[in-house]
């Protein structure tokens, strides 16, 4: 009877984690099911502002940043993401695009890593 018992409570830790695992939603994560680094190539507009503050920010690259932006921790994401990195993003600078945009619903304050949004 103690053997069954001890069976019984083991099968119980190795199935109920198992089982409850089922309704995880992997891969959501800042940006939905996308990733931030293939977020990150719908910003190409965007390079030269993202990396001097006296660069043009265009238009094509705003309406990515107002539709990025939406969720901020997904921009966020996308501005401290490998992609961007080696493209030579420069966070530092990224993070004031939504602001050069004049995106009035913009985050302000938002904590981005290091870094606040304007």
Do not use: H
Not at 28 to 35: L, Q, R
Not at 46 to 55: D, F, I, L, T, W
Not at 67 to 74: D, L
């Amino acid at each position: 009877m103690e053997a069954a018992m001890k069976n019984i409570c083991l099968v119980a830790f190795v199935v109920i984690p198992g089982v409850a695992q089922f309704n995880v939603a992997y891969g959501d994560g800042e940006c939905g099911k996308a990733s931030p680094d293939n977020e990150a190539w719908k910003l190409i507009p965007c390079a030269s502002a993202a990396q001097s503050e006296n660069a043009a920010v265009s238009s094509k690259c705003c309406s990515q940043v107002k539709r990025i932006g939406q969720n901020p921790s997904c921009l966020c994401a996308v501005m401290l993401s490998n992609t961007a990195k080696s493209s030579g993003v420069k966070p530092e600078i990224a993070v004031t695009i939504p602001k050069r945009c004049n995106i009035s619903d913009r985050p302000i304050g938002y904590k981005c890593g290091a870094y606040t949004l304007p």
